[in-house]
């Protein structure tokens, strides 16, 4: 019971979100990767929000109108790096196609970024019981952690492993990236929504 309250708290969230963004920076300025470098700040700019959410869960004390303003403003954030990911991919395409890793290196990569969505599914269930904004900004900004993570791992695992032409490898990349686009923008947008979305 204790293990299973330790995954569901929101603050086991942001240390993942924590450790990623400080991962991704670390590798892109050791390769040099801006890649990684800008998924590390995406991920920065991520732990900063989901941190403040729940600052303002705290202080608001279950005040549905500052959790609610809250929510809208995560809500545009989102969007806004919907298309900054939009940037990204169009990097990745035109000049990276991913970091090759020792094959235990994408092993734990890959479990880490499934245990992100775990985390994430979990964190869905639990906000879909509940009317308060703040969960439900905690849940999207969890999708939209790691939706980025499974694109990275993606990205890393196509190249690390052999099997695909390099033409493949960036149809698929390109593919991926604007699935992503469009679900962290629709994070974003039902956010925004409000009132409209209050029980959604």
């Not at 941190?51 to 995560?74: C, M, P």
Request: proline letters at 2%; hydrophobic letters at 50%; a positive charge.
């Amino acid at each position: 019971m204790k293990v299973l309250n330790l995954v569901r708290s929101p603050y086991t969230s942001l240390a993942f979100n924590v450790a990623y963004a400080l991962g991704n920076c670390i590798i892109g300025f050791l390769n040099p990767s801006w890649w990684f470098i800008t998924v590390g700040a995406y991920y920065t700019v991520l732990a900063i929000t989901r941190f403040s959410v729940l600052q303002v869960r705290r202080k608001a004390s279950g005040n549905y109108d500052a959790e609610l303003f809250a929510r809208r403003i995560t809500g545009t954030l989102l969007v806004v790096l919907s298309f900054c990911i939009v940037g990204v991919n169009i990097m990745s395409a035109i000049k990276d196609r991913g970091t090759a890793f020792h094959e235990i290196v994408m092993i734990t990569i890959a479990t880490y970024t499934f245990t992100k969505i775990t985390i994430s599914i979990i964190g869905m269930v639990k906000a879909k019981r509940s009317a308060s904004p703040v969960l439900k900004t905690l849940r999207n900004i969890s999708l939209a952690d790691a939706c980025v993570s499974i694109y990275t791992m993606q990205r890393s695992m196509l190249v690390s492993f052999p099997g695909m032409e390099a033409a493949e490898i960036l149809l698929l990349n390109i593919f991926t990236g604007t699935a992503v686009w469009i679900v962290v923008l629709l994070l974003g947008i039902n956010l925004i929504g409000g009132e409209i979305y209050r029980y959604g």
